[in-house]
C-alpha cells in the first residue's frame, strides 16, 4: 500500500530553520506530484509548495517565496521542505501530498492529490 511518511518538525525560535522530508512508498515516485500543505488551528488546509512529477518543476506559495524550498530526490523516495527565516505564523501541522496528473492549474488544492501522510508539527515560539 502507499504510505507517505513526514519527519522533521519541532520547536525552533523565530529566525530558525527546519527542514522537513517526506519518504513514500508503494508509488511510482518519479511520476507522481509531491506537494507539501500545513494547516494551522482554527485555520483550513493551505498550500505551501509543489515538485512536479516528470521534470520536477516547482512552485511555492508567496507566504514562503525565498524562505522555503522544495526538493526531490527520486532515487531515494524523497521529497524536502527546508524551511528557513521561520516566523510564528509558520506554526502548523505540515503535511506530505501524492497526486499523479495533476494539472498545473491545480497543483494547489489539495483535493486534486490522492495520498496524505500522517503530518509532522512544526511550532516557531520564542
Known amino acids: 500500500q502507499v504510505q507517505l511518511v513526514e519527519s522533521g518538525g519541532g520547536l525552533v525560535q523565530p529566525g530558525g530553520s527546519l527542514r522537513l522530508s517526506c519518504s513514500a512508498s508503494?508509488?511510482?515516485?518519479?511520476?507522481?506530484?509531491l506537494g507539501w500543505f500545513r494547516q494551522a488551528p482554527n485555520k483550513e488546509r493551505e498550500f505551501v509548495a509543489v515538485?512536479?512529477?516528470?521534470?520536477?518543476?516547482?512552485f511555492h506559495a508567496d507566504s514562503v517565496k525565498g524562505r522555503f524550498t522544495i526538493s526531490r530526490e527520486n532515487a531515494k523516495n524523497t521529497v524536502t521542505l527546508q524551511m528557513n527565516a521561520l516566523k510564528p505564523e509558520d506554526t502548523a501541522v505540515y503535511y506530505c501530498?501524492?497526486?499523479?496528473?495533476?494539472?498545473?492549474?491545480?497543483?494547489?488544492?489539495?483535493?486534486?492529490?490522492?495520498?496524505w501522510g500522517q503530518g509532522t508539527q512544526v511550532t516557531v515560539s520564542s
Open positions: 515538485t512536479r512529477g516528470n521534470g520536477g518543476s516547482t
Open positions: 508503494g508509488i511510482t515516485f518519479s511520476r507522481y506530484t
Open positions: 501530498a501524492a497526486g499523479q496528473r495533476i494539472i498545473l492549474s491545480n497543483v494547489r488544492n489539495g483535493a486534486a492529490y490522492d495520498y
